[in-house]
């Protein structure tokens, strides 16, 4: 099974997961009387939708090289990150305006039902699954390298960690009676604030690689340092990093002894790009400029 196949499966297995904790938690929701309940599976909704963003695009970011993408199309797995996140953020949004509503409903002396037990036991089923599928799908997403699946499984986590606020919420509001009915709509804002900073956390680093940042000053050492360890580089500068999808491209200058045939020059330079791939991974993509001794000054 290749990389895309992989990335599709163990997303197809979220997506199911998804559908089901989706239905089960808005009825549950609705038939328990709980906002939270209701706000949890929305978000649930959100990650079906996230799913849908994952196979859709891996198979874009697979196809590799073509004249009009010279590097690839690593970027395209980056951007469905950002849409991961961006969609993320109207959910919060969503939840934080139904939360508010709710709680000044309550405050101006609306009578509001407490939760039913059919929305507690919805939020100990979702943070069970939730859990699993967070691990499943982040172990998987660090075997392949693929930051989208690892957004996708931390939306995942941000779901059970969702349904531990709903069930705080509705227990409160359950077994301390209706004096702490509030607790539920409180728990949904304080929900949509959860939601919304994973959104966030996630969004940065897609938009960082979407620009081109270079990457952090520790990893282009580590880059240096791996050319410089194969005998007969004296050194290696003008780097240029950045990050393409799953993989990473570099391009520098590679100082050698102004005295070895072209041909041994060609060998060192090979041996350095296969040392960086071993480092850095397969999919690095690596340009160096050879430069004599005498030019590098």
């Given amino acids: 099974m290749d990389r895309t196949a992989k990335v599709t499966f163990v ?40 799913d849908i963003v994952v196979i859709v695009f891996v198979k874009i970011s697979a ?7 010279d590097y690839g199309h690593g970027k395209f797995e980056t951007f469905a990150t950002l849409i991961i996140s961006l969609m993320l953020i109207v959910v919060a949004a969503n939840l934080m305006s139904g939360g508010i509503s709710k709680i000044r409903l309550i405050l101006s002396g609306v009578e509001v039902s407490s939760p039913g037990m059919i929305a507690l036991w919805a939020a100990v089923a979702s943070i069970v699954l939730k859990e699993i599928l967070y691990h499943y799908t982040i172990i998987q997403g660090k075997a392949l390298n693929s930051p989208m699946m690892i957004a996708n499984a931390w939306h995942h986590r941000s779901d059970a960690f969702s349904s531990i606020g709903s069930l705080l919420g509705i227990a409160g509001a359950i077994f301390l009676g209706e004096k702490f009915v509030i607790l539920d709509p409180i728990t949904g804002c304080i929900i949509s604030i959860f939601i919304l900073v994973m959104a966030v956390k996630m969004s940065v680093p897609a938009i960082k690689e979407l620009l081109d940042v270079s990457l952090p000053d520790e990893i282009e050492q580590q880059i240096e340092t791996t050319a410089k360890s194969i005998p007969g580089v004296i050194d290696l500068h003008e780097l240029k990093t950045r990050r393409e999808g799953p993989g990473i491209i570099m391009e520098g200058h590679l100082v050698l002894n102004s005295h070895i045939s072209l041909k041994a020059a060609h060998d060192i330079s090979k041996k350095v790009e296969g040392a960086l791939r071993k480092r850095f991974g397969s999919e690095t993509q690596i340009s160096l400029h050879l430069e004599p001794e005498d030019d590098s000054e």
């Fill in 11 to 50: 997303t197809l297995v979220g997506s199911i997961v998804n559908i089901i904790l989706t239905v089960f938690k808005i009825i549950a929701g609705v038939l328990g009387r709980s906002t939270a309940m209701i706000a949890d599976g929305i978000h649930s909704l959100s990650d079906l939708l996230s």
């Fill in 63 to 69: 196809k590799g090289r073509d004249k009009d993408h």
